[in-house]
């Protein structure tokens, strides 16, 4: 079974550049989620996606940051613009759905992440 | 709220020695705990997790985890050491009762644990 797919692997960009990163998750995977990982920390999620609809974005910057998930499958995040403090990996994890019923929350699978720096 | 702490920045070990990675988590129900394990350059990869039921949870690559609901912990632990399981850590919590729905995990800061021969 193929994993969750991203891309690029590495981007380096100038500040007040854009950038989008694309993610194709598991086959059959209903839930699509987007962290943060920045150096020395946690992966912290930033938007979660049910299909094509968002469960949870309260984490995600709004001003600069976008994200969609159009036909359910793949999803693009977007930064724009990039700021010095937006350095860091961003993983892409999906599940095959939210909860599992009486076994509690689906397993989050992780993509191999893209690497971002901004000058 | 909920929330990881990961005592240990990192965890040394000799192969073959028994270890023990440490995690305290912070709930206002009841928790769902993960561990995850990330090799360079590489994303997460799951190892195991605690729903339900018996205390101690085994997961791949021989390592298992005991929740402990009074002391608030789920410590990641292997018999037996390998030079390959020199890696980075991270124990995640999901509340029970989450509100809106989701599946948030809350990640700690991570453990880098290193096996020497």
């Known amino acids: 079974e193929a994993g969750v797919a991203q891309s690029p692997r590495y981007k380096i960009i100038e500040k007040r550049q854009s950038v989008a990163f694309w993610c194709n998750p598991i086959?059959?995977?209903?839930?699509l989620y987007w962290y943060q990982q920045i150096l020395g920390q946690g992966p912290k999620l930033l938007i979660q996606?049910?299909?094509?609809?968002?469960?949870?974005d309260s984490q995600l910057p709004k001003d600069r940051f976008s994200a969609e998930r159009l036909k359910g499958v793949d999803s693009t995040l977007k930064i724009q613009p990039a700021k010095l403090e937006d350095s860091a990996v961003y993983l892409c994890?999906?599940?095959?759905?939210?909860?599992?019923?009486?076994?509690?929350?689906?397993?989050?699978?992780f993509g191999p992440g893209t690497r971002l720096l901004v000058l | 709220a909920q929330s990881v702490a990961q005592p240990e920045d990192q965890v040394n070990v000799a192969e073959g020695n028994p270890l023990t990675v440490k995690c305290t988590y912070s709930?206002?129900?009841?928790?769902?705990l993960f561990w995850y394990v990330q090799y360079p350059n590489r994303g997460l990869q799951f190892l195991l997790k605690?729903?339900?039921?018996?205390?101690l949870v085994k997961g791949s690559y021989g390592f298992e985890a005991e929740f402990n609901k009074s002391q608030t912990s789920f410590h990641l632990k292997k018999p037996s050491a390998l030079v390959s399981d020199s890696a980075l850590y991270f124990c995640a919590v999901r509340d029970r009762w989450i509100t809106g729905g989701g599946n948030k995990l809350t990640f700690g800061t991570g453990t880098q644990l290193k096996v020497e021969l």
């Open positions: 994890a999906s599940s095959f759905g939210l909860t599992g019923g009486g076994t509690g929350p689906e397993t989050q699978y």
């Open positions: 996606f049910q299909n094509n609809g968002v469960v949870d």
């Open positions: 086959s059959g995977h209903a839930t």
């Open positions: 605690y729903i339900t039921g018996d205390n």
């Open positions: 709930v206002s129900g009841n928790p769902y």
